[in-house]
């Protein structure tokens, strides 16, 4: 059976097509049409998707009935078309839909692509229909919820309305939020736990009021950074408590996140480094994108042969190795668009832009080229049996930049650590990316620096590059050689 899986009509719509288990391709739509957390479809993407032939079976990431009653029952203005009428242009009416439950698929994404026979699953996000929180147990192919916080009690909502009162946008610069926490000190942990949480016993955080709409201008006596340290801290404790709990719940030692709140590396660390379990998987995209995936595996209740993160367009250009290795050696940034895109927000060396890590200037350099915060560090990719030689690894490895891990010798390599000595590295193998390896191989060969610094191909606030037409115009507007 072919599958098409739909995430959309929230925020950075997707597609995922499975054919007999295979996941055959895996897009987001931002890259097609060029708008940032596209929350639509659009033909350029289901074309490749589907390349002509339609699927057997549609399955939709949500209930749009719950979310349509849990937008009423919160005042919110409902804009939820139906499920017919959103895809009668893309010419998808005649095939079958499923629907499946928000935090259903999120579990389901995460478990269904995961190594393990058996796991507890957290699922935390900002909300689905009305679950903001959810564990459930794995065991073979089966998977059962066995608990969940309901809005306005959210976490993510609660991360969401301190992005926005630090003057960032919510839903898609918290992880803005996340760096900034490195340079304040989180003083106001005590005043915000008084203020908005009841002290409930775990696994509740019940909020004292719903902070969907914001918290307008509270802690206006302190920095933004250190609002920005407190409500990660507070975020931070209270996952470590709930995945104390969900072992305690389960009796599980393998842990599987997801949900948005996943992609919060720096809790995700503090998580590992509790050795409350022994292995600790996240799927590359935990956030409402991937559950164009898991939308399939929650209705099929089967594994999905999960082999790359690399399922999107296909640059079928010929890599040029030696050109590349020269510019890198010339101190040069340059950028990397070859192969298929990567499915997830982190640029896993197919659509990058790279650079020796060394050097006072780069981190400057990269950050004008990005039009970023000046202070925001970048990631380092190393090979995977190095990594233990430079970084206090938390984890094992970790190729998907999920985790952070302190710099052994961070005056070297000024461009990838942040201020607190951390890095969220990436470890590589040559049977996850052939051509990147190479690269990195030839480098660490060349010039004796094992690392180098690799970060999305695009500028603050636009989608990755996509297709080579993308990349040549990307190298053409911010004078950046592109292979």
């Not at 409930?200 to 918290?215: F, S």
């Not at 991937?290 to 082999?307: C, E, F, K, N, P």
């Not at 832009?353 to 350099?365: A, F, N, Q, S, Y």
């Amino acid at each position: 059976m072919r599958i098409l899986g739909i995430a959309a009509m929230g925020h950075d719509a997707s597609v995922t097509v499975v054919d007999d288990e295979q996941i055959t391709f895996a897009a987001h739509a931002e890259r097609y049409s060029r708008i940032k957390n596209d929350p639509h479809l659009n033909h350029s993407l289901l074309n490749d998707a589907l390349a002509g032939v339609p699927p057997d079976k549609i399955v939709w990431y949500e209930r749009p009935t719950l979310k349509r009653l849990r937008m009423l029952l919160s005042g919110q203005p409902c804009c939820y078309p139906s499920l017919a009428s959103y895809l009668t242009p893309f010419n998808l009416t005649d095939i079958s839909v499923s629907t499946v439950g928000h935090h259903h698929a999120h579990a389901a994404a995460g478990y269904y692509t995961s190594p393990f026979d058996e796991a507890a699953i957290l699922v935390i996000d900002a909300i689905g229909e009305f679950d903001t929180i959810s564990l459930w147990r794995g065991q073979g192919t089966r998977l059962t919820k066995l608990w969940a916080q309901y809005y306005p009690h959210s976490l993510g909502l609660l991360y969401s309305a301190f992005t926005k009162r630090c003057g960032l946008k919510p839903n898609e610069e918290e992880y803005i939020l996340m760096g900034m926490a490195a340079f304040g000190q989180p003083c106001l942990v005590e005043d915000m736990r008084a203020t908005f949480l009841v002290d409930d016993v775990l696994p509740h955080l019940t909020l004292k009021c719903n902070v969907h709409r914001g918290i307008g201008e509270w802690g206006w006596w302190a920095s933004r950074f250190d609002l920005a340290a407190s409500i990660q801290k507070l975020t931070e404790d209270y996952l470590v408590h709930l995945a104390r709990w969900a072992h305690f719940r389960t009796g599980s030692r393998n842990l599987v996140l997801m949900g948005g709140v996943a992609l919060n590396c720096v809790a995700n660390t503090k998580i590992a480094e509790s050795d409350i379990f022994q292995h600790i998987w996240i799927m590359p995209n935990p956030g409402d994108a991937g559950s164009s995936l898991g939308a399939i595996a929650a209705w099929t209740h089967r594994r999905l042969d999960w082999q790359t993160p690399y399922l999107g367009y296909d640059i079928t250009t010929v890599f040029d190795y030696g050109s590349a290795l020269q510019a890198l050696r010339r101190g040069e940034v340059i950028g990397i668009a070859t192969g298929r895109a990567e499915f997830g927000p982190r640029a896993l060396g197919n659509r990058s832009l790279v650079c020796d890590p060394r050097g006072i200037d780069v981190k400057d350099r990269v950050n004008a080229i990005k039009q970023r915060e000046e202070f925001r560090p970048f990631a380092p990719v190393i090979k995977e049996e190095l990594a233990k030689q430079y970084f206090v690894m938390p984890v094992k490895n970790s190729p998907y930049m999920q985790f952070t891990a302190q710099l052994l010798r961070p005056d070297l390599y000024p461009a990838i650590c942040h201020i607190d000595g951390t890095a969220r590295v990436q470890t590589l193998r040559q049977d996850q990316n052939a051509v990147f390896y190479r690269l990195l191989d030839a480098f660490h060969q060349t010039t004796g620096c094992p690392m180098l610094l690799n970060t999305s191909l695009n500028v603050k606030g636009q989608p990755l590059v996509n297709s080579w037409n993308d990349a040549e115009q990307f190298g053409r507007k911010y004078e950046v050689a592109i292979f």
